[in-house]
């Protein structure tokens, strides 16, 4: 495709796996859910395959929507690196709210907060029921986001903080990450800046740079009530990867909805 829609996500095709190469519990939890059902998974948000890929790797066909279609390009190369006894990664430059498929699934999964990405309740709707066309009876609609939390509502938006160092072990790159995020606590709206620091071997800093994007944050029962209204039956809230039952202690919130 040559001509497309810009996304949020384009300038973060080049960085993104580097960057959030720390991200890797999800996988194993994703992978287990794939290969609990029969036929193709679809995913949601599927950006550089940073899932997708370790999925097809099992043997399983994946189709992977974006709406970014240089996060597709990244995963792309990933995909034509399949080996043998690999399944099929059909890429799709789409929007989650209005992709029109002509197949559907018993599992759609939308990891690492790719949900949050739509920022209008109404966006939500949209591509909820947009999903549910996509699923089987009793499909499953797998996805986590985040617990916001009031530490997080009142950080200082001008105030840079150390977020992590990171090392990517497979491009060999240390960068150093700090973050900044202003809220609009009336519409639920992050606006997020991460300032990215590349080291040399010697730890001296060589390249500074910056990624920026938006999310919406939720809260436990409005993602309840959301799932609910567009005719999805919770199945499970789980609070970590390893399924870990949903309580006040919990970070993470782990969806498992179906389609009754």
């Known amino acids: ?12 095709a080049d960085v993104y796996d580097s960057v959030y190469s720390y991200v890797r519990d999800d996988i194993p939890f994703y992978l287990g859910e794939a290969l609990s059902v029969e036929g193709a998974v679809l995913e949601l948000g599927c950006g550089t395959g940073r899932v997708a890929i370790p999925i097809a790797q099992t043997g399983v066909d994946v189709v992977g929507i974006d709406n970014s279609q240089a996060m597709l390009d990244q995963a792309q190369i990933k995909a034509d690196r399949l080996g043998p006894g690999a399944g099929s990664l059909d890429l799709v430059n789409a929007d989650m709210r209005d992709f029109s498929l002509d197949t559907t699934f018993d599992l759609a999964i939308i990891p690492f907060r790719g949900f949050l990405a739509l920022l209008t309740v109404e966006d939500q709707r949209r591509a909820l029921l947009n999903i549910r066309r996509h699923l089987n009876i009793g499909g499953r609609l797998v996805f986590n986001i985040f617990v916001p939390d009031i530490q997080m509502l009142l950080q200082v938006g001008d105030t840079p903080y150390h977020l992590r160092d990171v090392t990517d072990p497979e491009a060999d790159i240390t960068y150093v990450l700090w973050q900044q995020s202003s809220y609009d606590i009336h519409e639920q709206i992050i606006d997020v800046r991460i300032s990215i620091e590349e080291l040399d071997d010697h730890r ?4 500074k740079f910056y990624r920026d994007f938006q999310l919406r944050y939720a809260f436990r029962w409005e993602v309840y009530h959301l799932l609910a209204s567009c005719g999805f039956e919770i199945v499970d809230l789980y609070g970590d990867f390893d399924r870990t039952p949903f309580d006040e202690t919990s970070g993470e919130m782990v969806w498992v909805a179906r389609l009754p």
């Open 204 to 207: 001296a800093v060589v390249k």
């Open 1 to 12: 495709m040559t001509e497309y829609e810009k996304s949020q996500y384009d300038p973060w």
